[in-house]
């Protein structure tokens, strides 16, 4: 597609629900990332892909985030048991290839209640 | 480890006023610097991007500099308009994948 998609764009979770949001990075592109930006901060690294591999997942807060990207194109990020700390807006980026211009889609705002 | 701080946190100019936005970083040796804006409730869009073999970058009204051993950058917007209200970040990679984010600058541009 022309640009990085994610869905959903918001998401409302009961605490103890697991939610997943989806990315669909720029076609081709072989760097996907994920991170999460809270209220009022600038975004913080969860996690990346290059292909379907997980390189680094030194930035996932807690055992219940787990994130994949099984055939290198669409990644999932999933939550298990939503906590009320969760709440923020996770944005997906690609790039193609590593360390050259990254290009976020529009961010999923999960609320968890 | 890696620090980014924008200042100023927030800022409210008339329209028509030139601007200086102001990024730093701890560790010089980055790779790129990127500019990206971000409207309420959306996602980032990139302004500019900055190698570190570059010292500037310039996009219409909008001109990044950086100075790598002083571990600065600037954004320079030229006759700021109302459309340029958003909040302002910037970021670095530092030879691996990971962009690092200061916390932004919130841009008003009055009418």
């Known amino acids: 597609g022309a640009g990085v998609s994610q869905s959903p764009r918001y998401k409302v979770a009961k605490r103890g629900q697991d939610v997943a949001l989806r990315c669909d990075p720029i076609?081709?592109?072989?760097?996907l990332f994920w991170y999460q930006q809270a209220l009022g901060q600038g975004p913080e690294f969860l996690t990346y892909?290059?292909?379907?591999?997980?390189?680094?997942k030194s930035g996932l807060p807690s055992d219940r985030f787990f994130a994949e990207r099984p055939e290198g194109s669409v990644s999932t990020l999933k939550i298990q048991r939503t906590q009320q700390e969760d709440s923020a807006v996770y944005l997906c980026a690609s790039s193609f290839p590593t360390n050259t211009e990254a290009f976020f889609g529009q961010g999923t705002r999960l609320t968890v209640v | 480890k890696q620090e980014v701080t924008q200042i100023p946190a927030a800022l409210s100019v008339p329209e028509g006023e030139n601007l200086v936005l102001n990024c730093s970083f701890t560790d010089s040796a980055i790779y790129n610097l990127q500019w990206f804006r971000q409207d309420p409730g959306k996602g980032l869009t990139s302004l500019l991007l900055?190698?570190?073999?570059?010292r500037e970058q310039t996009s219409g009204r909008l001109n990044a500099s950086l100075d790598k051993s002083s571990g600065r950058s600037t954004l320079y917007i030229a006759a700021s308009q109302p459309g340029d209200s958003a909040t302002y970040l910037c970021a670095v990679t530092s030879g691996t994948y990971k962009y690092i984010f200061g916390t932004g600058t919130r841009l008003k541009v009055l009418a």
């Open positions: 892909f290059q292909n379907e591999a997980q390189l680094d």
């Open positions: 900055i190698q570190s073999s570059q």
């Open positions: 076609s081709g592109h072989v760097s």
